[in-house]
């Protein structure tokens, strides 16, 4: 890639044994792998219902996505649908989204790879003002691919994220600057 960018990964659940979060932090490797910046935002460090957002944990978590060139949300498919935590928490911010190239990632047990769950979120993405990525990354049968360590590595899932990033950076280095310009006024 020619051009480096901030792209935090949202991991949007924090159920305990969650299989999801072996994923995040694969797919934390091949945006390194691709040198571009990123951080893991984990849903578990903001505990929205009882904090009212009175602690400086929001506020320092809308500084980043202000920062960020775009945003990765690996998320979990719940009864058809995404945890309330990440809702709770991409409501916790507005403006920050504006512009933003979002790429999906959706985990699933079953075969679907959270295909539901990525088109949910296209939705929000639309209503935060973000530019979805049409090409999404489905992890299937999670379990099986989780090694006994804890790891991921899958080659499919591999490409279709560096596919995903690479998407990513051409809007954001496309709309970057008309969104900075935009800000600047």
Known sequence: MDESFFFPVI???????????????FVIDVLEGLEQKT????????DLLATRQSDGRIEDYRRMIDKADGLIVVAPEYNHGYPGELKL??????????????????????????????????????????????HAVNVSRVKSLIDD?????????????????????????????????????
């Open 39 to 46: 951080d893991l935002v984990d849903v578990r460090e903001f």
């Open 89 to 134: 928490l991409l409501d916790a911010g507005y403006d920050e989204y504006a512009h933003k190239p979002l790429g999906l990632v959706g985990v699933s047990a079953g075969g679907f790879g959270g295909a539901r769950v990525v088109e949910q979120l296209r939705q929000v993405a639309l209503g935060l003002r973000m530019i979805p990525i049409a």
């Open 11 to 25: 991991l949007g659940t924090a159920r305990q044994g969650r299989r999801s979060e072996p994923v995040a932090r």
């Open 149 to 185: 360590n804890g790891n991921l590595s899958d080659e499919k899932v591999a490409e279709a994220t560096e596919k995903m990033v690479h998407d990513m950076a051409f809007v954001a280095g496309a709309i970057g600057p008309a969104r900075r310009n935009r800000e600047n006024r």
